[in-house]
């Protein structure tokens, strides 16, 4: 089938997109010392067939990420290198947006970029998530987890280099909405299109949003409107960057990382914060749906809420365009666009086995490379990095 509102032009932000499949963020673990490399640079330009390309997660300071070879961009030489894929992506005709990532309570302090920060886990409040399996960690340490800090105690505290083992609680986390724009005026320098801000999966933004991880009685945590402020503040200091280039990815459904509320109030919270962030006219919002594959279960109960995303919120969006992502195919995707119910999708896994998916999709090619599972995260070294990565073939055309 021609799949004519798939491959019709969308405008995201300030930029017009070739086609209406994105990529989206996909985490692969290939920067060393989390710096990123030319072998990313590979990688990306190798998936220009997008009408968007989503980075993988990026961290934005060496103490939010749970991944040891995840890339950052706290400092001059990951800006420098990120700018060097940036150019290429736009020499070969792409556009790319930066993920921006804040793991919260879904970080160990073990971890090595952890350690190395010399700083606690993050969240809003003092609970921990059930489970906690860590790529960088044996076994299932389980998760830790310890309040935020004001900006007065921190700088004690990082002064001091002392014990961070007893926090305190915190009357503004006005640390994490800086380091957030610290990064976006990185991501600004390197060149990037725009910024995607992750407020799903368990992360900090999300723990801010679902009253089950944010027990606080101060104006981040109780009401609604509190609960959403945190998210809403980090996506107004990224506006002030980027202007409208802003995408915000929710995961309504919950259930990773231990999230999920019931059905009414997940309704009534998600739909309060998308409407507001819909009202700042950013670029897009991203609905991920509910997936088996991304349940999880403690004593045999799902976590997750389980509705149906684009019913529940689709029609509050009324600014800012909508992709759904989530097990989303080429028919079904035409299909929501030609219908009016999105605008774009945005396509994950598959784009890694098939780095000119896009292109196969338009002249009608198999989507018939193999996952190489093994070498999809870890179980490598710098050396064969490449394996899984950048030796997927294209289709003959």
């Not at 190395?116 to 809003?124: D, F, I, K, R, T």
Request: proline content about 5%.
């Amino acid at each position: 089938m021609p799949y004519n509102s798939l491959f019709s032009p969308l405008k995201i932000g300030y930029n017009m997109t070739k086609n209406r499949i994105f990529m989206a963020a996909l985490t692969r673990d290939r920067a060393k010392d989390s710096i990123p490399s030319e072998l990313m640079k590979e990688y990306y330009v190798q998936r220009v067939s997008a009408g968007m390309i989503v980075t993988e997660a990026i961290m934005i300071s060496p103490q939010g990420g749970e991944w040891g070879s995840a890339p950052g961009i706290w400092n001059d030489t990951q800006v420098a290198r990120w700018k060097n894929i940036v150019d290429s992506v736009h020499e070969a005709g792409g556009i790319i947006y930066a993920q921006f990532w804040h793991g919260g309570r879904a970080l160990h302090p073990d971890a090595p970029l952890q350690k190395l920060s010399g700083l606690p886990v993050y969240a809003p409040s003092a609970i921990k998530a059930r489970g906690g399996k860590f790529r960088a960690l044996p076994g299932t340490p389980g998760y830790v987890t310890v309040r935020l800090y004001t900006a007065r105690q921190y700088n004690q505290r990082l002064n001091q280099f002392g014990d961070f083992e007893k926090p305190t609680e915190i009357d503004d986390p006005q640390i994490l909405i800086d380091q957030f724009k610290h990064a976006a005026l990185n991501a600004k320098k390197a060149g990037f299109d725009g910024i995607e801000l992750h407020c799903g999966n368990g992360y900090l933004i999300h723990t801010f949003l679902d009253y089950t991880s944010n027990k606080r009685t101060d104006r981040w945590g109780g009401s609604i409107e509190n609960r959403s402020r945190f998210g809403l503040e980090v996506i107004k200091v990224l506006i002030e960057v980027f202007g409208s280039n802003i995408g915000v990815k929710l995961t309504p459904c919950g259930g990773v990382n231990d999230m999920g509320m019931p059905l009414e109030d997940t309704i009534s919270t998600f739909s309060y914060f998308i409407t507001e962030v819909d009202r700042l006219d950013i670029a897009y919002i991203v609905l991920r749906r509910y997936q088996s594959a991304s349940d999880t279960f403690y004593n045999g109960v799902s976590r997750s809420t389980k509705h149906d995303v684009l019913e529940s919120y689709g029609t509050l969006i009324k600014h800012s365009k909508l992709v759904v992502n989530g097990g989303v195919t080429a028919d079904e995707g035409d299909a929501l666009i030609s219908s009016g119910k999105v605008d774009a999708i945005s396509i994950g896994l598959k784009w890694i086995p098939h780095p000119d998916l896009a292109k196969r999709i338009e002249n009608e090619k198999p989507l018939d490379n193999v996952l190489d599972v093994t070498y999809l995260y870890g179980n490598h070294t710098h050396a064969d990095y490449h394996i899984g990565y950048t030796d997927y073939p294209e289709a003959v055309y």
